[in-house]
């Protein structure tokens, strides 16, 4: 069936995380949503064959959405609060490679190092200088 061209709504989701989970993820969310994909734009590192970011088009049928500064001013503050919903599964994924990765060990100094090794249980503080008593 062949239908007459109608208005058509866009919608553009900037990935900066890309990989298969938030690919995924994004084409679930909107395909669910009644949007249909329309492309996908990768845009590439010079260094690196991966891509840094990713664009992803949806269309839908529909007069196109009527532009509400005020929401979008609430959602950019909601925004920088929480963070987007690609930051947020980012973050998720993040907190997951974390639980079985090696505990990140904190570098010491050559002091507190050699104070370890000593047996010392607590380093003494750093002098700037000597005070000295005048004789009595």
């Known amino acids: 069936m062949i239908r007459a061209p109608g208005p058509l709504q866009y919608k553009v989701v900037e990935l900066s995380t890309v990989d298969e989970g938030t690919l995924e993820w994004t084409l679930n969310e909107w395909t669910g949503k009644g ?3 329309d492309g996908v734009q990768f845009a ?10 990713a664009f992803v088009f949806f269309t839908r049928e529909g007069a196109p959405a009527a532009h509400d500064e005020d929401a979008a001013r609430e959602r950019l503050l909601r ?3 929480t963070g987007s919903p690609t930051a947020a599964l980012a973050a998720g994924r993040a907190h997951e490679q ?3 990765a090696a ?4 570098p010491l100094s050559a002091h507190e190092r050699l104070a370890r090794l000593a047996g010392l ?5 750093h002098e700037e200088g000597l005070t000295l008593e005048p004789e009595e």
């Open 44 to 53: 590439m590192r010079e260094a690196s064959k991966r891509p840094a970011m």
């Open 121 to 125: 249980d607590e380093p003494e503080p």
């Open 79 to 81: 925004m920088s609060d």
């Open 103 to 106: 505990p990140m060990v904190h």
């Open 35 to 37: 949007w249909n994909l």
């Open 98 to 100: 974390a639980e079985w």
